[in-house]
C-alpha cells in the first residue's frame, strides 16, 4: 500500500519536504511508500526550486483536505488563514496532520487537538519548533520519564542569525534581517521572528509539552530584539556576556499547591559566556532542559531554513506511517498531545532576575551618586558598573548590571531614575540568566 499525502504550500519548507521524498535514497526505507499525491499552491505559475508534475499541483487547496484519497495532509502554508481552517476540515475528513506551523498550534492547538482526538487522527508538530531540532519527540516521549523544572532556549532562527552577525561583524541590523529572509529563514512578516512573537508561539508548545499542562499564549511575557544596538553588544562583551533572545521557562515549586505555578517569558537576554547557550551561533537553534532525574540535556542544530525544517516535517510523517502500518485502528497516546487543564504563569512582575541597563546621564558630578541611591531606594544591589565619558553634547553612558533583584524592585528603581534631572535617557533595559 502506498501512503498518500497532500501537501498544503510549495514555498521553502514545502520545496525541501518534496526534495527528500524525489531522492529517498539512503534515509528511512518507508519513504518509497509514501507518495505527494496533490500539492496546493497559492500561485500556478510561480517559478519552483523543485520539478514537480503540473498535473498535481493545484490552487484549489479545499480540494486536497476533501480528497477521500490523501491520508496524511501537510501544512505548510504558513499564518492563520486559511491553515487554521484547512487544517481542522482536513481532521474532520479523519486525516492525520503534519504542520510546521507554530502560530496556528499556539493559538488554536487547543481545539484542533480536541478535534483530532474525538476523530482518533494524529496532528504531530515536530517542525513547529526549533526547526530541524527532534526536541518536541524528546519531550513527548524520550524524556517521559522526567520531572521537567526548565526549559530554556534560543528557538529562533532569524533573530539568533541577526544578533551572532551583530555580535562577530558588527552586522547592521536591517541588511541581516534582508539576508535572514532571503535565506528562507524568517516568517512572512519577520515581524514575527524580530519582536519576538514566534519565540513566544514557540515557547507556548514547548511549555505544554515539558510541563503538561494548556498554556495561554498572552500569558506569555515577550520583548523583541528591536532595541539591541551594536553598543548594547559591546558592553556585554565588556562585561563578559553575549545577547541572544531567549525563551525561559521554568516550574515555580511552592508548599501550597495552590501557589505553585510557571514562569514564561520571551526577551533578549544577556547569557554569561560560558553558559551552554552563549555559543550558539547563527541560525542555529539550542533547547536546555533540566529534568529530574536526568539533570540537565541540551539539544542544539538548525533552527529553519528548508532543509532543516524539512527534516522534521518528514520524520512526522515516517511516525505517522510507521504507526498506520503498525496499529491501523489504534491511535498512539505518546503520537499526539492534549492536555486538560490550563497552567498558572506568574505575570513578569513576579519574576526575579539580574538587569543590564544602558543610561544616557548628562556629564555632571554626582550621577553615580543619584543612580546609586535611586537604585538603594528600591533595594536594588548592583553588580557591575561602567561609565564612559566619550559621548558627545555633554553626555556620558553609564552601563549598570545589577544582583538578583524582583522586576517590579527593578522596574519602580528606573521610573526613580527617569525623573533625575542628571538623567538623559534610558536606551536598553534587558534581563540577564
Ligand atoms: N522557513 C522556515 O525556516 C520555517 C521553519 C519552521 C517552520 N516554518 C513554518 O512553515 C510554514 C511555511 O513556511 P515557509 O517558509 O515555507 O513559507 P513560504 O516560503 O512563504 O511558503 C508558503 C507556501 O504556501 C503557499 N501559500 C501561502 N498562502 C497560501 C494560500 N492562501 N493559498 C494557497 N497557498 C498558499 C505559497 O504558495 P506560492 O508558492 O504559490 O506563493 C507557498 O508555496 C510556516 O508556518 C512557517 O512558520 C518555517
Ligand atoms: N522564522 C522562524 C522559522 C523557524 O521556525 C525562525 O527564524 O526561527
Given at each position: 500500500m502506498t501512503y498518500k499525502v497532500g501537501l498544503l504550500g510549495l514555498g521553502t519548507v514545502g520545496t525541501g519536504v518534496a526534495k527528500i521524498f524525489q531522492a529517498p535514497a539512503g534515509r528511512h526505507p518507508l519513504l518509497p511508500e509514501i507518495e505527494i499525491a496533490l500539492v496546493g499552491v497559492r500561485s500556478l505559475n510561480k517559478q519552483r526550486d523543485v520539478a514537480i508534475n503540473a498535473e498535481i499541483v493545484t490552487d484549489d487547496l479545499e480540494s486536497i483536505v476533501n480528497d477521500p484519497a490523501i491520508d496524511i495532509v501537510v501544512e505548510v502554508i504558513g499564518g492563520i488563514e486559511p491553515a487554521k481552517s484547512l487544517i481542522l476540515k482536513a481532521i474532520a475528513n479523519g486525516k492525520h496532520v503534519v504542520t510546521a506551523n507554530k502560530a496556528v498550534i499556539a493559538r488554536y492547538g487547543n481545539e484542533i487537538f480536541t478535534a483530532a482526538k474525538q476523530k482518533g487522527v494524529y496532528v504531530m508538530l515536530e517542525a513547529a519548533a526549533c526547526g530541524g531540532i527532534p526536541v518536541i519527540q524528546v519531550l513527548k516521549q524520550s524524556l517521559g520519564g522526567n520531572r521537567i523544572s526548565e526549559l530554556t532556549g534560543i528557538v529562533n532562527g532569524t533573530t539568533n542569525y541577526i544578533l551572532s552577525r551583530m555580535y562577530f561583524e558588527g552586522a547592521d541590523f536591517g541588511a541581516t534581517l534582508a539576508e535572514a529572509q532571503k535565506l528562507g529563514y524568517a516568517e512572512a512578516d519577520p515581524t514575527a521572528d524580530v519582536d519576538g512573537f514566534d519565540a513566544a508561539d514557540k515557547m507556548t508548545i514547548l511549555a505544554s509539552l515539558a510541563f503538561g499542562d494548556r498554556i495561554k499564549l498572552e500569558d506569555i511575557y515577550r520583548e523583541g530584539i528591536r532595541s539591541i544596538t551594536s553598543a548594547d553588544i559591546n558592553y556585554a562583551k565588556e562585561l563578559g556576556f553575549t545577547i541572544k533572545l531567549l525563551g525561559i521557562a521554568r516550574r515555580v515549586e511552592a508548599k501550597?499547591?495552590?501557589d505553585r505555578h510557571l514562569e514564561i517569558r520571551v526577551h533578549p537576554t544577556l547569557i554569561p559566556i560560558q553558559h551552554p547557550l552563549a555559543n550558539i551561533h547563527g541560525v542555529t537553534n539550542a533547547v536546555r532542559i533540566e529534568g529530574d532525574p536526568i539533570g540537565e540535556v541540551v539539544l542544539s542544530g538548525p533552527g529553519a531554513g528548508s532543509g532543516a525544517t524539512a527534516s522534521a516535517v518528514v520524520a512526522d510523517i515516517i511516525n505517522v506511517v510507521a504507526v498506520l502500518k503498525s496499529l491501523p485502528n489504534q491511535i498512539n497516546q505518546l503520537m499526539g498531545c492534549s492536555h486538560e487543564h490550563y497552567a498558572k504563569i506568574a505575570p513578569i512582575e513576579n519574576t526575579v532576575t539580574q538587569f543590564y541597563a544602558r543610561l544616557l546621564t548628562h556629564?555632571?558630578?554626582g550621577v553615580i551618586g543619584d543612580l546609586g541611591t535611586a537604585f538603594g531606594k528600591h533595594s536594588v544591589s548592583l553588580n557591575a558598573i561602567l561609565q564612559k565619558n566619550t559621548i558627545h553634547d555633554g553626555l556620558a553612558e553609564i552601563v549598570v548590571v545589577t544582583q538578583k533583584v524582583s522586576e517590579l524592585n527593578f522596574q519602580q528603581a528606573i521610573a526613580t531614575i527617569r525623573d533625575l534631572p542628571t538623567l538623559h535617557s534610558i536606551p536598553t533595559v534587558l534581563r540577564v540568566i
Open positions: 501550597d499547591a495552590q556629564d555632571k558630578p
